[in-house]
C-alpha cells in the first residue's frame, strides 16, 4: 500500500531530513512511526503527501509512484489518503458539519452523498450532537475527532496522522487512537507519527523506529524503544 | 466542471465577501477610489479633447475668388474645394451677402451707405471648414492650385497654439491615465493580497484534503469578480449625476465657456465609461486574485 524504497531527503540548506529508509507497509497494516524530534517523522510524512519531494529514492503510494508526479496529479494523490494533524486544521469559519462536508466538495462529490456520508462519519466518531457547533466551541478532543471524520469521509484507502494526540490530555488522546484502531479495523491502512509512548505500548501494533533520520527498529507487536 | 461545483463556486465567492466584511470593504473602496479618479480624469480629457475639436472647426479657411465669374465657374470651384480631403463644409458667400454681413458687424450703415448691389467692392469667396485642423496646410495648398481662386485667409497663429495646445492634452491625458491604472493595479493587487493571506489557512486545507488548484481558485476570482463590479458601478453611479451637475453649474456661473464650446453630455461619457469601468474592475478584480493566490497553492 506504501512502498518507500531508499529515500533520503536533503534539505537545500544541507541539512538531512531521512536517510537511506526503507518502509513496507500492506493494506490494512496499522503502523506507529516513533522518533524523538527531529529524527525525520515529519519528513518522512511529508513525503508520503508529496508537500516534500525526496532527494533519492521513490515512494509508492497504492500504486501511483511519487516521484515524477506531475502537479496538476497531487491532488488525485492526495484523495488516497486521509490527513491528520496535531493543530487539527479546521476552518474556524464552517461548523463541524460543513468542515467534514468541505472535504467532499472540494473532490466534487455529489450532494446527495454529502448529505448522506456526513452524519455516517459524524456518528462514528460520536459528534453526531456536535454537528451545528464552531471549532471554538469545542474541546481539542471533539476538534480533533472533526479533523478525524474530515479525513476518513472521503473512504480513502490510507490514513496518515501527524502527532494527532500531540495537543491533548491522555485520555483523550487514548480516546483518538482507540477511534484510529476502530478506523482501521473497517480496513482502512493507517500510519500515525508519534511521541505518545504510554500509547504505543499499550497498543501492541506494527512500531518502526527513527533515528537521526534512519530507521533503527522495525517490529510487530512492539513498544517504544526504550534507547532513544 | 460540474454544476454542482459551479454552484459551489458562486456561493463561496459570495459567502467569502460577507465572512471577510473588513477587508471586502477595504478592497471595494480601494478599487472605487481608483476608478474614481479615472472617471473624473477621463470626464475632464474627454471634455478637453471634444471643445477642442469644436473650436477647430470653427476656425474655418475663407477662399476669395477672382471678379467677375461665371456662376458655372462657382460652382466648379466649389465642387473642386469638396472633393479635397478632410474638407467637411464649403459655404459659398456672394458679394451682397457678404455687403450685408459686413454691414451688420460695423453696424454703421453710414460709411457703407454708397454702396450697394451694383457698386459692390467685395468679392465672391467661399467659407471653408475641415474635420480635422492638422491637415489645413493641405487643404490651403490644394485650393491654390484651383483656377479662379484669389486669396486665401486663415488664422495661421491661432492654429498653431491649437494645435500645440492638443499635442500636449493628448500626452499629458495619456500619460496621466497610464500612471493611474499602473498605481491601482498595484494597490488593488495588493488589497486582494492581504485578503488572500488572511484565508492561507482555508487554501491550505484545501490542498491537503485534495482540490485541484482551479477548486480553489474560482471562488476567489468569483469574489473578485464581485468586488470589481461593485468597486466599478459604486464611484461610476455616484459620478454620473455629480458631472451632470457640474456642467449645468459651470453654463449658470461662467456662461461664456458655453459661447466658445459645449460640454460633452453624462450620457455620452457614461455610456462609454461604465461598461469600460467594469471591464477593468472585473480584470483588475481577477487579475489581482489570480495572482495571490498563485504563491499559496504551492503546497
Known sequence: ?228 | MKFSSVKYYIHEGFTGLFKNSLMTVASIATVAACIFIVAVSCCLLANMRSMMTQIEKNIGISVFLEDKLSPESITMISEQMKRIPHVSSVTYISPDDALEELKKEWNADEVLSGFDNNNNPLSSSFEISIDNIEYQKDVISEIKQIDGVRNIRNAQNETDILLKLNKVISIVGFLSMLILAAISVVIITNTIKISVYTRKTEINIMKYVGATDWFIRWPFIVEGVLIGIIGALVPLIISWPLYDKCISLIYVHLPFIGNIAHFLSGYTIFSVLIPLCILAGILLGVIGSVTSIHKHLNV
Open chain 1, 1 to 228: 500500500m506504501i512502498d518507500i524504497e531508499n529515500v533520503s531527503k536533503i534539505y537545500p540548506n544541507g541539512s538531512e531530513g531521512i536517510k537511506d529508509v526503507t518502509i513496507h507497509i500492506e493494506e490494512g497494516e496499522f503502523v506507529f512511526v516513533i522518533g524523538s524530534s527531529g529524527s525525520g517523522k515529519s519528513t518522512l510524512i511529508k513525503m508520503i503527501m508529496k508537500e516534500l519531494n525526496p532527494t533519492e529514492g521513490k515512494i509508492v503510494i497504492n500504486g501511483i509512484d511519487t516521484t515524477n508526479l506531475e502537479r496538476n496529479k497531487i491532488p488525485y494523490l492526495r484523495r488516497q489518503l486521509g490527513i491528520v494533524f496535531q493543530d487539527f486544521r479546521l476552518l474556524p469559519k464552517k461548523t463541524v458539519y460543513e468542515n467534514i462536508a468541505f472535504a467532499m466538495r472540494v473532490i466534487e462529490a455529489h450532494s446527495r452523498h454529502i448529505r448522506r456520508n456526513v452524519p455516517t462519519v459524524l456518528s462514528l466518531v460520536g459528534l453526531q450532537n456536535k454537528a451545528d457547533a464552531y471549532p471554538n466551541q469545542l474541546s481539542g478532543g471533539e476538534q480533533q475527532r472533526t479533523a478525524l471524520a474530515r479525513a476518513i469521509v472521503n473512504n480513502p484507502p490510507i490514513l496518515i496522522a501527524d502527532e494527532p494526540t500531540g495537543n491533548l490530555d491522555p485520555d483523550t488522546a487514548w480516546d483518538i487512537m482507540c477511534l484510529l484502531e476502530e478506523i482501521n479495523r473497517r480496513g482502512t491502512t493507517v500510519v500515525v507519527a508519534t511521541h505518545a509512548r504510554d500509547i504505543v505500548d499499550l497498543m501492541r501494533k506494527r512500531v518502526v523506529t527513527l533515528n537521526k533520520g534512519r530507521v533503527i527498529r522495525d517490529v510487530e507487536n512492539g513498544g517504544y524503544f526504550d534507547e532513544i
